[in-house]
């Protein structure tokens, strides 16, 4: 199944937990500098796209795409790999939490490159086992989620392909937008399914790791284990989970 195909099968529940966090919007935007004319790849529901500019989205699952709002910028049937685009078309590029469902993340990257001449990527950094163990949800419920990013490429990596700079991102502790790792001092959060339906990650785990991770976390919670190993989180306001902002 593509990662397109996974969205038009989880997505229908997207935007009960997906939408914009502002202070992380707030970054985005502004790495956009003084672009008038944006180009917002595997754009979504459009949760990021800045007002007051000139978007276009480019979104492959039809599901996603129906759930754009009404009056949302107008969005394309497309995937990163082969963008539809002339050469500099537009004044940026932008991508958020999109680049890990990519076939090709090289050649998804070249052609925002190609087509634009800024280009800013919110994505994570997969070879940094660091966040994994600093995060109690992947450290000690879903060690699959290592699994998953067997051979995927570091942020530098990535950066690398298009020249950019790395930048960390962290995470409010009460971050509104409901991705993998934004619940990280919420942990009830990660008990209720209509939560983890708005994470990829546990359709990609199964359902097996799924309901022992929940139950394990469950009953962690109950009996105070939870609390007397992450104490350390209560007085945070902000984390740093391997979030990482490619700026070029
Ligand atoms: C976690 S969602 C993020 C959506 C949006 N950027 C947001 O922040 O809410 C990942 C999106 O990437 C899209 N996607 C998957 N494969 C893609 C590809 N090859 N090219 C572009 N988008 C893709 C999915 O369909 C899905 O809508």
Not at 99 to 122: I, N, S, Y
Not at 178 to 189: I, L
């Given at each position: 199944?593509?990662?397109?195909?996974?969205?038009?099968?989880?997505?229908?529940?997207?935007?009960?937990?997906?939408?914009?966090?502002?202070?992380?919007?707030?970054r985005?935007?502004?790495?956009?500098?003084?672009?008038?004319?944006?180009?917002?790849?595997?754009?979504?529901?459009?949760?990021?796209?800045?007002?007051?500019?000139?978007?276009?989205?480019?979104?492959?699952?039809?599901?996603?795409?129906?759930?754009?709002?009404?009056?949302?910028a107008?969005?394309?049937?497309a995937?990163?790999?082969?963008?539809?685009?002339?050469?500099?078309s537009?004044?940026?590029?932008?991508?958020?939490?999109?680049?890990h469902?990519?076939?090709?993340?090289?050649?998804?990257?070249?052609?925002?490159?190609?087509?634009?001449?800024?280009?800013?990527?919110?994505?994570f950094?997969?070879?940094?086992?660091?966040?994994?163990?600093?995060?109690?949800?992947?450290?000690?419920?879903?060690?699959?989620v290592?699994?998953?990013?067997?051979?995927?490429?570091?942020?530098?990596?990535?950066a690398?392909?298009?020249?950019?700079?790395?930048?960390?991102?962290?995470?409010?502790?009460?971050?509104?937008?409901?991705?993998?790792?934004?619940?990280?001092?919420?942990?009830?959060?990660?008990?209720?399914?209509?939560?983890?339906?708005?994470?990829?990650?546990?359709?990609?785990?199964?359902p097996?790791a799924?309901?022992?991770?929940?139950?394990?976390?469950?009953?962690?919670?109950?009996?105070?284990?939870?609390?007397?190993?992450?104490?350390?989180?209560?007085?945070?306001?902000?984390a740093?989970?391997?979030?990482?902002?490619?700026?070029?």
């Amino acid at each position: 199944m593509s990662r397109a195909q996974l969205y038009d099968t989880i997505g229908a529940t997207y935007t009960a937990t997906r939408r914009t966090e502002p202070r992380i919007a707030t970054r985005i935007w502004a790495a956009l500098g003084d672009a008038q004319t944006v180009l917002n790849v595997g754009a979504g529901t459009g949760s990021y796209e800045p007002p007051g500019r000139d978007v276009t989205a480019v979104e492959p699952s039809a599901l996603m795409r129906s759930l754009r709002q009404p009056g949302a910028a107008p969005c394309v049937d497309a995937v990163a790999e082969s963008l539809p685009f002339e050469d500099q078309s537009f004044d940026a590029a932008m991508a958020f939490a999109t680049v890990h469902h990519w076939q090709d993340p090289h050649a998804g990257l070249r052609e925002m490159r190609r087509v634009a001449r800024r280009v800013v990527v919110f994505t994570f950094d997969g070879t940094d086992a660091g966040w994994r163990q600093r995060f109690w949800l992947t450290r000690d419920y879903l060690p699959e989620v290592a699994d998953l990013l067997v051979g995927w490429p570091s942020a530098t990596e990535l950066a690398g392909v298009i020249g950019a700079r790395v930048e960390p991102v962290l995470i409010p502790w009460n971050c509104a937008d409901g991705f993998f790792e934004a619940y990280w001092r919420r942990p009830e959060a990660y008990l209720e399914d209509h939560v983890r339906r708005g994470m990829s990650v546990w359709a990609r785990v199964g359902p097996v790791a799924e309901q022992r991770a929940v139950r394990s976390l469950g009953n962690d919670l109950v009996s105070g284990r939870w609390a007397e190993r992450n104490r350390n989180l209560v007085n945070l306001d902000a984390a740093e989970l391997g979030l990482r902002l490619l700026v070029t």
